[in-house]
């Protein structure tokens, strides 16, 4: 397997410790100076590394936002501090600063399943520091009635981005700031996390949700919460980027937002927890659209074999809207299963997230209590994904996105299986994980159908 740079290696081995003893030292300090009623302040972080390996696999043509098919070894890092304060009754303002370094297979390029949820699409792999949230969040209770925080994966109460307190069965909250959308919306307890949980893009989240963010994730953004212990509903209003893929927020938002939608049940079956949750979104921003791009390439005088694009005919109050549903059950105390299935209309560009207009995914995990050993769990997924007609003719044109464009196209749904161990070696701190992916038709091309093998180990630590 390829050695990754020593130079980069000794350099994020020296920001994650930098990183942990400023974490270590801070949440010393405010130990000493916590409420012994409630909780006041909150300090934790957590590192990710991970590390995949391809080998080489044989195609007739690539293109310039194709999967390669060299054999490739990329590493990626995270490390991000959460830092909250309680305000006054009901209120917190939480903190993110971030770390990342490192990048994708292919530099993320020539997959609508992308592999590694920790990376970006940029191009620079350098270890960047940069804000990654910072919200402040508004809790009315709507009830006297009220229960712990649900505690089913952590022992501690106070967690990333959470107060040790109780909080009330039944809630109005408004939250506002710059957040991670996908942290309020299709969540899953199976199939949510790529620092502990499956890695694949379309795992953490419904695939053909565009959901708003910029390259890295983020989204400055309001939330609306109502919360029963039957019913829950939420809506968000987010910000777009100003290009697609991009860094930069469009702060024009009469012209560029997105609104996201969701209901989620709680409920039990046979006496064991499940949810089922129905996604929305409605996006306006200054899309291109597909079919137009591709008829400005041939309507040429005189005419040129040129492939379109679509940046060319980009204009504000083009839309993209689409749905989701998500489930997710436990099966017994030691094994659950979820469900995905999205789409959305397609006839224009993708914006924010990643390029898929539909997609159906389930799997299992199940945690090792059998063998002694509760705190690991395996896990084995599936996902298919495709593209809209409008979406496909584009790429046989020779059209590229910003993830997709192999030249040309045959085109074929694109299937990807991922299993994984994930080990505690630190008590209710550092976990060590190994996975492998199958990709079938990467880039939605039957002509480069592969498959690809993607072989993954990470390391993720808490405190």
């Known amino acids: 397997m390829p050695s990754t740079h020593p130079l980069i290696v000794a350099a994020l081995k020296k920001i994650i410790l930098l990183c942990l003893g400023i974490c270590l030292s801070l949440i010393a300090f405010c130990q000493q100076i916590t409420d012994s009623t409630y909780e006041r302040f909150t300090i934790h972080c957590q590192s990710t590394i991970i590390n995949q390996y391809k080998p080489s696999f044989t195609a007739p043509y690539t293109g310039d936002n194709s999967l390669t098919t060299e054999e490739e070894s990329k590493t990626s890092i995270t490390s991000t501090m959460y830092l909250g304060a309680k305000l006054w009754k009901g209120a917190s303002i939480f903190i993110n600063p971030e770390l990342a370094g490192g990048s994708g297979l292919s530099n993320v390029l020539g997959l609508g399943d992308a592999t590694n949820g920790e990376t970006f699409r940029i191009g620079d792999p350098s270890p960047t520091i940069y804000l990654a949230r910072l919200f402040v969040r508004q809790v009315f209770a709507l009830t006297d009635s009220r229960q712990p925080r649900n505690t089913q994966f952590f022992h501690n109460h106070s967690d990333f981005n959470q107060l040790e307190e109780d909080e009330p069965v039944h809630y109005f909250a408004i939250t506002i700031g710059k957040i991670g959308v996908a942290d309020y919306f299709d969540d899953n307890t199976y199939s949510h996390d790529p620092r502990t949980q499956f890695m694949c893009w379309s795992l953490m989240a419904n695939g053909a949700w565009d959901y708003p963010a910029n390259t ?154 059998h063998w002694k050993r509760p705190k690991d769990n395996v896990g084995i997924a599936f996902v298919s994904s495709g593209l809209s007609k409008p979406h496909q003719d584009y790429l046989k044109s020779g059209g590229t996105d910003f993830m997709l464009g192999d030249g040309k196209l045959n085109y074929a749904r694109e299937s990807l299986g991922e299993c994984y161990y994930s080990a505690e070696l630190v008590k209710d701190r550092t976990y060590f994980s190994a996975g492998y992916q199958i990709v079938l038709n990467p880039g939605f091309n039957k002509d480069r159908q592969g498959p690809a093998h993607v072989f993954s180990i990470r390391v993720h630590t808490r405190i």
């Open 216 to 369: 890295r994730g983020y989204a400055p953004s309001a939330v609306l919460e109502y919360v029963t212990p039957h019913h829950q509903w939420r809506y968000a209003l987010s910000l777009m980027p100003k290009t697609a893929n991009g860094l930069e927020m469009n702060w024009d938002i009469q012209n560029a937002y997105s609104n996201s939608f969701e209901y989620t049940h709680p409920f039990q079956f046979k006496g064991k927890e499940g949810a089922i949750r129905l996604l929305g979104f409605y996006t306006s921003t200054n899309m291109g659209n597909y079919k137009q791009a591709i008829d400005e390439s041939q309507n040429q005088f005189p005419p040129f074999n040129i492939p379109p694009i679509i940046e060319n005919n980009r204009t504000y109050g083009r839309t993209k809207f689409g749905i989701g549903i998500n489930f997710e059950q436990k099966l017994k105390d030691n094994l659950g299963c979820f469900f995905r299935a999205s789409w959305n209309d397609g006839n224009n560009e993708t914006w924010a997230f990643t390029q898929i207009d539909n997609s159906i995914s389930g799997g299992l995990l199940l945690t090792g209590d």
